[in-house]
């Protein structure tokens, strides 16, 4: 006498078995509810003089139970996958109007080219001097912020990469600072590298945070502020 995997997979069986599998599973994959059903239709169809195995038994449902805590399991990460990616999103939305810092000071130059940077100031510029120091702590450039008087925000800038003697230095990264008086005489200071947060964009489902008029990963920041 043919088993109920036997009776599923020949003759007119088989016909009726597959159109209803195509109707209702049309990825032909393969669930829990078809593993419960196979084995209900085994049960049903064994042979009453030689009975189905019990160890056969507890092995397809042991191989059920399996199935379903698979399913479960990603049925959970699915839904933990979709709370991180909120939580992603609204940690990056809260970041906006706080202050964000690369973790740097230093701008990049290659030898014979010009570098341009952007520095925020906080407070209106009255006067005061961009500093440029190289990688040992020397300062090679200083510029006057008298051209910036008034001004606050972030305020774009170009070096040409030259010292105070006019002679080109060479490719590297420099540190660059600026000590100001604001509109009130009072001291302030600031660097390349910290910028308030202004908005965030999404990218391919990723956040992207604007920082002066660049959008840089939220990878890239190592505090906020």
């Known amino acids: 006498m043919a088993t109920g995997y036997e009776n599923l997979i020949s003759g007119s069986s088989a016909s009726t078995t597959t159109a209803a599998t195509t109707a209702t599973n049309p990825n032909s994959v393969l669930d829990k509810d078809s593993f419960m059903k196979l084995l209900l239709v085994e049960l049903q169809h064994q042979d009453p003089t030689a009975p189905m195995d019990s160890d056969k038994i507890l092995t397809q449902t042991s191989q059920l139970a399996t199935l379903e805590s698979a399913s479960n ?65 020397k ?53 390349f590298g910290i910028y308030p947060v202004e908005s965030v964009r999404y990218e391919n489902g990723s956040p992207l945070i604007k920082l002066g008029s660049s959008y840089v990963p939220m990878s890239y920041i190592v505090e906020f502020f």
């Open 73 to 137: 399991t990603n049925k959970a990460l699915e839904d933990l996958a979709t709370q991180l990616s909120a939580s992603r999103d609204f940690a990056a939305i809260s970041t906006i109007g706080k202050m964000a810092s690369l973790g740097s000071n230093a701008v990049t130059l290659e030898k014979g080219s010009t570098s341009k940077f952007e520095i925020y100031f906080e407070k209106e510029i009255k006067a005061g001097t961009l500093t440029i120091k190289d990688k040992d702590d």
């Open 139 to 191: 300062v090679v450039k200083t510029v006057s912020l008298a051209d910036q008087a008034g001004k606050s925000g972030v305020l774009a800038f170009e070096w040409d990469g030259t010292d105070n003697d006019e002679t080109a230095l060479a490719s590297g990264y420099y540190s660059v600072t600026a000590d100001y008086t604001d509109a009130n005489n009072e001291a302030q200071s600031t660097q």
